[in-house]
């Protein structure tokens, strides 16, 4: 089966939708998702950025927040504007990696729910252990793994990976043959290129 690497930062306002939609679209053409989280933080600053673009170009910023009401009106998903932007995704970025691949896209799409459609702050340790226990994890054992060092490595590499990928914005995705596309609007031609490409 084909696969496409789907590269997301739990900040990130365009990756909501994506991650709410790719499961569906994925199926359906035959492609397996790897759900890949990564912090843009890094990748920003190389770039001498301190905050989100959207903060720094105030027009642009105010141009997003409107868009994502419209995407988001449009795929039928509630939409609430977190404060402050962008949140902190460290911790749940690291959640998601001790999660097993099966089990991280439930996890993401509540952690994005939460953030987008109900305003709640993700670097919150109580929030993160109320969804992983909602989704009958044991959340204290997943918190005592993410505070272990083989652990706290596995996100630097994770960003470290998206960056020698090219990856520079989230949502991005990665095809086996080296495409990189990028932004949710982006998606269904990813999934068409992966399925072209075999």
């Given at each position: 089966?084909?696969?496409?690497h789907?590269?997301?930062?739990?900040?990130?306002?365009?990756?909501?939708?994506?991650?709410?939609?790719?499961?569906?679209?994925?199926?359906?053409?035959?492609?397996?998702?790897?759900?890949?989280?990564?912090?843009?933080?890094?990748?920003?600053?190389?770039?001498?950025?301190?905050?989100?673009?959207?903060?720094i170009?105030?027009?642009?910023?105010?141009?997003?927040?409107?868009?994502?009401e419209?995407?988001?009106?449009?795929?039928?998903?509630?939409?609430?504007?977190?404060d402050?932007?962008p949140?902190?995704?460290?911790?749940?970025?690291?959640?998601?990696?001790?999660?097993?691949?099966?089990?991280?896209?439930?996890?993401?799409?509540?952690?994005?729910?939460?953030?987008?459609?109900?305003?709640?702050?993700?670097?919150?340790?109580?929030?993160?252990?109320?969804?992983?226990?909602?989704?009958?994890e044991?959340?204290?054992?997943?918190?005592?793994?993410?505070k272990?060092?083989?652990?706290?490595?596995?996100?630097?590499?994770?960003?470290?990976?998206?960056?020698?990928?090219?990856?520079?914005?989230?949502?991005?995705?990665?095809?086996?043959?080296?495409?990189?596309?990028?932004?949710?609007d982006?998606?269904?031609?990813?999934?068409?290129?992966?399925?072209?490409?075999?």
């Amino acid at each position: 089966m084909a696969e496409i690497h789907f590269w997301y930062d739990f900040a990130s306002t365009y990756s909501y939708p994506t991650a709410m939609r790719i499961e569906a679209l994925s199926k359906a053409q035959g492609v397996q998702v790897a759900w890949r989280p990564f912090l843009l933080g890094p990748i920003f600053a190389d770039q001498n950025w301190m905050s989100s673009p959207f903060n720094i170009f105030p027009a642009k910023g105010r141009y997003m927040w409107r868009d994502l009401e419209r995407v988001c009106g449009r795929y039928g998903l509630a939409f609430q504007r977190p404060d402050p932007f962008p949140q902190n995704s460290l911790l749940a970025a690291r959640v998601a990696l001790a999660l097993s691949e099966e089990r991280r896209p439930a996890f993401t799409r509540a952690v994005f729910h939460a953030e987008f459609a109900e305003g709640k702050a993700i670097d919150d340790p109580d929030c993160l252990c109320s969804i992983l226990t909602a989704l009958g994890e044991n959340a204290a054992e997943v918190m005592t793994t993410i505070k272990t060092e083989p652990h706290r490595g596995q996100l630097r590499l994770a960003t470290e990976t998206a960056r020698a990928l090219g990856v520079f914005g989230s949502p991005s995705f990665t095809t086996p043959s080296g495409e990189l596309f990028w932004g949710d609007d982006r998606l269904e031609q990813a999934l068409d290129w992966t399925v072209d490409q075999g």
